[in-house]
């Protein structure tokens, strides 16, 4: 079975400032790794995927993450943080690959906060 | 498009009594997986429907049951009601059972008391 770390409970950031959320998943087998933010009061939505190819995956809001075999993580980062990407990040694994019908495994979330 | 839509937004049940939670998938999707969220936590997965079919079941009871149409929006249900169900419920869609892309609805917020 998977499971997902997300070590930091909560992260303040100030405004314009760079951000790493970080995530570690356990697993014997090769797996799919994903990104989900949720507004308040709001479900997720997906910010970006790993399933093959390059280990760096980019969203189309400056967000990048990279996936990291030998050290089981897929930390997501961000240069430069701006007050609308408070919300809740939750890291996600998906497995194993090829295999059949599957739900996805979450961590119990990072809430950023910015600061102005 | 309207998305993944969920029904009702919000409700509260009395310990011991049934509730069925509705959700309408994205237009294309055939796959629908529930999920618990508790208050702080991450979801937690329930189960998953693809041809009206339970096909993927999470560490849950068997208090909670689902269905899925031939339209495949989706139906929860849980019988006797705990005050620990009390619980974000989300329900998420996708066009392949293996989720490489799961669309979430809203939300349905249960309340026991």
């Known amino acids: 079975a998977q499971s997902v770390t997300q070590l930091d409970s909560q992260v303040p950031v100030f405004e314009e400032a760079p951000v790493e959320l970080r995530c570690n998943y356990s697993?014997?087998?090769?797996?799919?790794l994903f990104w989900y933010v949720q507004y308040p009061n709001q479900g997720l939505q997906l910010l970006l995927k790993?399933?093959?190819?390059?280990?760096l995956v980019e969203s189309i809001n400056g967000f990048e993450a990279e996936f990291n075999k030998s050290q089981t993580s897929f930390h997501l980062r961000k240069p430069s943080v701006h007050i609308s990407d408070t919300a809740e990040y939750f890291c996600a694994v998906l497995g194993p690959t090829g295999g059949g019908a599957d739900g996805l495994t979450f961590g119990k979330g990072t809430h950023l906060i910015i600061q102005p | 498009d309207a998305g993944v839509t969920q029904s009702p937004t919000h409700l509260i049940k009395t310990r011991g009594q049934q509730v069925t939670l509705r959700c309408s998938p994205k237009?294309?999707?055939?796959?629908v997986s529930w999920y618990q969220q508790a208050l702080g936590q991450g979801p937690q997965f329930i189960f998953q429907y693809y041809e009206e079919e339970e096909r993927q079941r999470g560490n849950f009871p068997d208090r909670f049951s689902g269905h899925q149409f031939p339209n495949y929006s989706s139906e929860l249900n849980v019988n006797a009601l705990l005050l620990g169900d009390s619980a974000l419920y989300l329900c998420a869609s996708s066009w392949d059972s293996m989720n490489t892309e799961a669309f979430f609805g809203q939300g349905t917020r249960l309340t026991v008391v």
């Open positions: 790993y399933l093959s190819g390059s280990t």
């Open positions: 237009s294309g999707h055939d796959t």
């Open positions: 697993s014997s087998v090769s797996v799919y």
